[in-house]
């Protein structure tokens, strides 16, 4: 596995050409644009800059003073990232991070140029043109070796595989226990998709240490991908994962078992769900009332938490949870801070995606776990920014629709499904 160094926290001042900076993708808060130019400076590396909904930009305000909250922001996010969440789950997973500075004319003729590429439901956020400083990463779809071989192509499949466990929260009332049966994304489902566009996709096989199921799970993300999987082949996106054929040859059956020996060596997901559990151990709503607590006694502020708080909240997790085993956080006797900034930690973990990128499909069918060598291959997580702590009665709220809108279409306890651990 090829590893990056990280903290390289130079700011950049270099010339920007919007036509060298092909659109990859976006969620929710970011794009993402690969250079395709010859500055080698950045080629083989991604620009990933803010959005925001298009009326947002009608509060104008960029000066020195903007600036200097912008620096903090990013180096805030940055260190959260290798100090907080690589520190959980493993600092080799975290991608450096560099910055440039973009103009509004640069970022204005991006907005154009993508326009015709971004995906319709996007449509009403696009590229933040405020924003002064730009977030360069490597670029995960491209070449594993500096020189590619000819004809060499590298598949890169990026996973966002949500929630993988289901709650041991004692503090779930009865109206909601199918929290304990059913998992979140499966409920999701019927709050999201229509019943022609609803996935089989259950996370907790593809969290699971089982071969057969993480394969099962793949293949069911790519009859349905939703946003939970991309492939790219040589920078380009697929739109499908059955798609994936090279000369010809259809290749998904092969890389479903490739992806499948990456995960469980790596040991990522496994890794992924106990953290996620474990730092969510009370459920939404067993930590709702102790936010309420801890905001009326003035523990915690109206402002979000600092980097600070977040290291602290790490290592508080790993005190308690090395006093009492893998207890619950009940059983952990943790304050009411600790329990807000654990679940929050938690809902980052349930929210990034996991990018693979490998160059040879193995030729010979490998369908188990220890059947063939890996091929070389570079894993990252992206997506790690801090979840924010104004959002606590989204999640309280979102969650409880969730639940309703399952229950509601599934009455019958003999019908509702039964997700495995
Ligand atoms: O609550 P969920 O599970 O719908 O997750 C949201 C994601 O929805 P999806 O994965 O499609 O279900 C949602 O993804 P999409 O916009 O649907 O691609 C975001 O990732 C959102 O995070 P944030 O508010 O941008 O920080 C995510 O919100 P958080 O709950 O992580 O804050
Ligand atoms: N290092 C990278 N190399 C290649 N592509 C990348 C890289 N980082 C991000 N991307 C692409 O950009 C997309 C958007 O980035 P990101 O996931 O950070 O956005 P987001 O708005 O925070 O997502 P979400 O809505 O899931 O919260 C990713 O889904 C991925 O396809």
Not at 296 to 319: H, I, M, Q, Y
Not at 394 to 409: D, F, G, K, P, T
């Amino acid at each position: 596995m090829d590893s990056y160094t990280n903290r390289d926290e130079e700011l950049e001042h270099t010339h920007l050409d919007p036509h060298e900076w092909r659109y990859i993708c976006e969620g929710n808060a970011k794009v993402a644009f690969a250079y395709t130019g010859s500055d080698l400076q950045f080629a083989g590396w991604v620009l990933r800059l803010n959005k925001c909904f298009l009326d947002d930009e009608n509060e104008v305000s960029s000066n020195q003073d903007t600036l200097l909250k912008e620096i903090e922001y990013l180096q805030k996010n940055n260190t959260f990232e290798i100090d907080v969440i690589g520190s959980l789950i493993g600092v080799q997973y975290i991608l450096p991070q560099r910055s440039t500075y973009v103009t509004h004319i640069f970022l204005s003729q991006l907005n154009e140029l993508a326009a015709s590429t971004r995906p319709s439901h996007r449509a009403n956020t696009h590229i933040d043109t405020r924003q002064q400083i730009g977030v360069l990463v490597p670029n995960m779809l491209t070449s594993l070796a500096p020189t590619p071989a000819p004809g060499v192509h590298t598949i890169t499949v990026e996973l966002k595989p949500k929630w993988g466990f289901l709650t041991k929260s004692t503090l779930i009332s009865d109206k909601n226990s199918i929290k304990r049966r059913v998992c979140r994304y499966c409920m999701h489902q019927y709050t999201k998709h229509d019943a022609d566009n609803r996935s089989t996709f259950c996370p907790l096989d593809l969290f699971s240490d089982d071969y057969k199921r993480v394969v099962y799970a793949l293949d069911c993300l790519a009859l349905s991908p939703q946003n939970n999987i991309r492939v790219f082949v040589g920078g380009q996106i697929l739109s499908a994962p059955l798609q994936l054929c090279l000369e010809g040859v259809p290749l998904w059956d092969k890389l479903k078992h490739t992806l499948a020996r990456i995960i469980l060596a790596e040991g990522i997901l496994i890794k992924l769900k106990h953290l996620q559990s474990s730092l969510d151990s009370l459920d939404i709503e067993g930590v709702f009332p102790r936010y309420q607590r801890a905001v009326k006694s003035g523990t915690l502020a109206d402002e979000e938490p600092t980097l600070n708080d977040w290291v602290n909240t790490v290592a508080e997790f790993r005190r308690t949870n090395d006093i009492c085993g893998h207890a619950n956080g009940s059983e952990r006797r943790i304050n009411d801070k600790q329990a807000v900034l654990e679940f929050l930690l938690s809902t980052v973990l349930k929210d990034i995606s996991i990018m693979i990128a490998v160059e040879q499909i193995p030729s010979q069918s490998a369908s188990s776990r220890t059947a063939a060598e890996l091929p070389k291959y570079r894993i990252a997580i992206v997506d790690t920014e801090p979840k924010k702590l104004s959002k606590m009665s989204v999640y309280l709220e979102r969650y409880q629709r969730i639940v309703s809108n399952y229950l509601e279409s599934h009455p019958d306890p003999d019908k509702q499904k039964h997700c495995q651990e």
